[in-house]
């Protein structure tokens, strides 16, 4: 079975996210001013070759903490469905 996982790599909260504030302060600059604490991260999405929804999740869960988010400095989450 083919699974799709569509994966959100963010900034931990307690860290600051350099890129985030710069855009936050340039939504002032284009008259967007209730726009507020901007945090800026990747989407990942992937395709796994898998028996089951729960091997598939094990694999994108290692790929994870293996080699698309860093630990130290982001979390991760995602989501798994059949593809189709």
Same mark, same amino acid.
């Given at each position: 079975m083919k699974?799709?996982?569509e994966i959100n790599v963010m900034p931990l909260k307690a860290l600051l996210d350099?890129? %985030?504030k710069a855009v936050t %302060?340039?939504?002032k600059n284009i008259g967007l001013q209730e726009i507020l604490n901007v945090r800026i991260g990747k989407h990942i999405s992937l395709e796994i070759e898998s028996t089951t929804k729960e091997a598939a999740q094990k694999k994108v869960e290692e790929?994870?903490?293996k080699l698309l988010a860093?630990?130290?400095m982001e979390y991760f989450e995602f989501t798994i469905e059949e593809s189709k």
């Open positions: 699974f799709k996982a350099p890129q %985030g %302060g340039s939504m790929a994870c903490k860093n630990p130290i």
